[in-house]
């Protein structure tokens, strides 16, 4: 195959920041993706209706009309949100998931939950709603290993979260572990998961072997190889309970190559690429539509774009740039560490 032609994808877990960098890094999602689930741990967090607002006026603001793109809003969790204020902005539209973020888990997420206890009552009327919760599925203890975090949140937080409030529709966001997927695969109707760009391609020896790499930094951190390859198998079955959530997450270089980096990796220019060369490789490009463009309306019950892509290999590889400019300086881009033939040719 040297073109295919698929529904026009979504992408179910972005960073598009604010300000300069949010004007910098939009149009490179817009362009390919119809929709995305805009995370909003901002500073200060997105957690009232009228700051999802504002939000959204000021994504809208700064993308390129022509490309047809909407950002789908979530509310930040926090201990004191509203479950009333939840319901009400979930009727009107305008948001379609909360976030849930442990307390110091990962970038911006210091006003994050520690004690579920706390927020019970607004997980249980997004249940009674059918509001999905995504989860950054970590615990934060700092005597757990930093590889065991998702296996351990999922056993001593999510499970027991789940069978506390049985109709809450979760997203465990960014899965890295074959723990996770197991558990997805085993957990129902009302669990599914999202799997990076990056974390198909990159193990945890990409990051620390042979020098550190600070570019491929990020949180949940990659795991072993084992574990990447059951992300693959899950992102290439046709099972829905698997999608698409880039977790794209621009940082300026200033921020990664610091004594104390910053967690996150650039993937939004070269993700559809990055995709098609691995879903060709392990012969499956016929389930790439499924995982970036149906998979994912299916469980936030929208329906799927009519608008398509078309992919169309090349014989010389894609050259992408190696980094963005923004006007507080330079943000790499991902590097697969492979060259990439597909192309983008045309959405519409």
């Given at each position: 195959m040297t073109q295919m032609t698929i529904r026009r994808p979504d992408d179910w877990h972005l960073h598009l920041r604010d300000g300069a960098m949010l004007g910098a890094v939009i149009d490179d999602t817009a362009r390919h993706f119809a929709r995305a689930i805009i995370m909003p741990n901002l500073v200060p967090p997105v957690v009232t209706g009228a700051e999802a607002a504002a939000y959204r006026d000021r994504i809208m603001a700064c993308v390129n009309p022509s490309h047809g793109f909407t950002p789908l809003m979530t509310l930040y969790l926090t201990e004191t949100t509203d479950p009333d204020d939840v319901a009400a902005v979930a009727k009107s539209g305008l948001i379609n998931a909360v976030k849930l973020y442990p307390a110091g888990a990962t970038t911006n997420s210091a006003s994050g939950v520690r004690d579920l206890d706390k927020v019970i009552v607004v997980l249980e009327k997004m249940a009674e709603i059918g509001l999905p919760l995504c989860v950054h599925g970590e615990v934060t203890d700092p005597q757990i290993d930093i590889f065991d975090r998702e296996a351990v949140f999922i056993e001593t937080v999510l499970d027991p979260l789940r069978r506390r409030v049985p109709d809450l529709r979760v997203v465990l966001e960014h899965v890295t572990t074959s723990d996770g997927v197991d558990y997805v695969r085993s957990g129902g109707a009302n669990i599914a998961a999202t799997i990076t760009t990056h974390h198909l391609f990159i193990n945890r020896?990409?990051?620390?072997?042979?020098?550190?790499?600070?570019?491929?930094?990020?949180?949940?951190?990659?795991?072993?190889?084992?574990?990447?390859?059951?992300?693959?198998?899950?992102?290439?079955?046709?099972?829905?309970?698997?999608?698409?959530?880039?977790?794209?997450?621009?940082?300026?270089?200033?921020?990664?190559?610091?004594?104390?980096?910053?967690?996150?990796?650039?993937?939004?220019?070269?993700?559809?690429?990055?995709?098609?060369?691995?879903?060709?490789?392990?012969?499956?490009?016929?389930?790439?539509?499924?995982?970036?463009?149906?998979?994912?309306?299916?469980?936030?019950?929208?329906?799927?774009?009519?608008?398509?892509?078309?992919?169309v290999k090349q014989d010389a590889p894609v050259i992408y740039p190696e980094s963005r400019a923004t006007p507080d300086g330079p943000l790499t881009i991902f590097d697969c560490g492979t060259p990439l033939y597909w192309a983008v040719q045309d959405a519409k």
């Open positions: 020896n990409h990051i620390l072997a042979g020098g550190i790499r600070p570019h491929y930094y990020c949180l949940p951190v990659a795991k072993r190889e084992s574990h990447r390859r059951a992300l693959i198998a899950a992102a290439i079955s046709d099972d829905g309970s698997f999608f698409l959530g880039t977790d794209s997450a621009p940082h300026l270089d200033a921020a990664k190559l610091m004594a104390c980096g910053c967690a996150g990796i650039y993937t939004a220019p070269n993700t559809m690429s990055c995709l098609a060369h691995i879903f060709e490789a392990e012969d499956a490009l016929d389930q790439l539509e499924g995982f970036t463009s149906l998979h994912g309306p299916g469980f936030y019950r929208l329906p799927v774009n009519e608008d398509r892509i078309t992919l």
